[in-house]
Structures are given as structure tokens and as C-alpha cells.
């Protein structure tokens, strides 16, 4: 337990009122993150693109739909500037005080939906998207934001393909999380079509879907 606050009646001892805040925290890859109920919590689909990024020293990083903060943190390590992006204001906070932390500096974190608040250009752009279909009016709660990919599943995926060139340097890479559920070679398919070459870098089984990793690479003359 890290913090605990306790308010007192102050007339009646026998009217004490505590309040215990627990704080929760994951440790991964020499990372102590701090979770919020209503921010995803890293799962197999997060460690399974921690465990294949292409991250490079001196790489400009761009982290889409950073949630806890993870995968940003993570490239931070290694690169020389990460923006951590998310339409979800608490996972922002949250990301925030996961850098403060870990004491790493070289990381920005910013709400934004998808690349409404970006600038620039990157040499690594990294998205674990949200893919269960869903309708986006009825969601309950912020968290939901993590898992629910419009009425096909595929609305929040399809605009980033859609948009991610324009804030690709010439050799830039695009990491994402894809799950069988919502179409692994749709998502191949358009990234060809733009132009990358892609491929699948890591995959896993799970009891009802394959997740994997796509891994699709620009280069100068597309
Ligand atoms: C499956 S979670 C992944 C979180 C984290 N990257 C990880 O791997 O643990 C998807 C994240 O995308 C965010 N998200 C959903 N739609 C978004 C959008 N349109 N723009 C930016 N972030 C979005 C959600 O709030 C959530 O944090």
C-alpha cells in the first residue's frame, strides 16, 4: 500500500470514518506503472508488441492509444523523443506520472484522437488499438474506450491507416496489434495498398483468437 488517507469524526470517536486509496502497480521491463480502473491495463496483446518493437537508438517515436503509458516508456529507453497520444484524459494522467516515476524525461504525453494533436514526423509510429465491435454512444465509461472499434470493430484502425504516412519520416515503420477477430489481412491489405511493405514480425494463440504483431515499413521511393 502506498498512500492511505484517513478522515476523522471529529466529535464522536465512535463515528471514525477511514478511506484507504490503494494504488496498484505493474512491474514490467524494469518499469513500475501505476493502473487506474479506467485505463487498459497492459494484457498479452501489450507484452507481445513490447516484446517486437523496432525501436532504434536516435528513432523520433510516436505511441498511439498510449494508455498506461507502456509501450512510449518502453521505446523511451532506447530513443531519443516519444509522444505517448490517447483520447482518454485519465490515461493521460496516468502515463504522465508513470514517466515521472520511472525519472524518464525524454517522453511527452498529450490527449489527442488518433492525430489530431500531432506535429511532426516519426521514424516509429506504435498502436494497440481498441477492436471489439461496439457502438461508440453507448460507452459506459472511459475504459471502454480501450476496447470498443466502432460498430465494425474496425472504424478506429481503418482512420489510422488512413492517416499514419503523413507523419511517417521516408523509412518510417508502423507497429500494430491486430487480432484475428477483427481481420489481420484487411489490415495487411491496406497498408499495401499504401504503399508499405508488410509483414507479420510475431503472433500468438489465445483461446477464441490469434493476436498478432504487423510490422509495415515505408521506404523512400513509396
Ligand atoms: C487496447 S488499449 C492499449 C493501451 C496500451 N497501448 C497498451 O498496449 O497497453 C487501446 C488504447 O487506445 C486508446 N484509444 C481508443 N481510441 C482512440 C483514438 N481514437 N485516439 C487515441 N487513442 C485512442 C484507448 O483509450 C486505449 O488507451
Redo the contacts with the bound molecule.
Keep these: 500500500m502506498e498512500d492511505a488517507a484517513t478522515l476523522s469524526g471529529r466529535s464522536d470517536p465512535f463515528l471514525q470514518i477511514s478511506i484507504v486509496v490503494e494504488m496498484v502497480f505493474l512491474y514490467y521491463g524494469g518499469l513500475k506503472l501505476r493502473l487506474h480502473p479506467q485505463?487498459?491495463e497492459?494484457?498479452e496483446?501489450?507484452f507481445l508488441?513490447a516484446e517486437n518493437l523496432k525501436v532504434k537508438e536516435r528513432f523520433t517515436a510516436l505511441?498511439?492509444?498510449?494508455?498506461?503509458g507502456?509501450?512510449a516508456l518502453l521505446m523511451a529507453k532506447r530513443a531519443k523523443f516519444v509522444l505517448g497520444?490517447?483520447?482518454?484524459p485519465i490515461?493521460i494522467e496516468i502515463a504522465r506520472e508513470n514517466a515521472r516515476i520511472n525519472g524518464i524525461k525524454n517522453v511527452e504525453f498529450r490527449v489527442?484522437?488518433?492525430f489530431e494533436n500531432v506535429k511532426g514526423r516519426f521514424d516509429i509510429i506504435t498502436f494497440?488499438?481498441?477492436y471489439l465491435p461496439g457502438k461508440t454512444e453507448e460507452l459506459e465509461g472511459?475504459i471502454d474506450?480501450?476496447?470498443i472499434g466502432g460498430k465494425s470493430g474496425r472504424e478506429?484502425i481503418d482512420r489510422f491507416i488512413e492517416q499514419v504516412k503523413n507523419y511517417l519520416t521516408p523509412k518510417g515503420i508502423v507497429q500494430v496489434v491486430q487480432s484475428s477477430i477483427t481481420g489481420i489481412e484487411r489490415t495487411m491489405e491496406k497498408f499495401t495498398k499504401l504503399g508499405f511493405k508488410v509483414e507479420v514480425t510475431a503472433r500468438e494463440r489465445y483461446f477464441f483468437e490469434e493476436i498478432v504483431v504487423i510490422t509495415a515499413m515505408l521506404n523512400e521511393s513509396s
Design positions: 485505463v487498459y497492459p494484457a496483446d501489450t508488441l505511441d498511439i492509444g498510449t494508455g498506461t507502456i509501450i497520444v490517447d483520447i482518454n490515461a489527442s484522437d488518433l494497440n488499438p481498441p472511459l474506450l480501450a476496447l478506429v
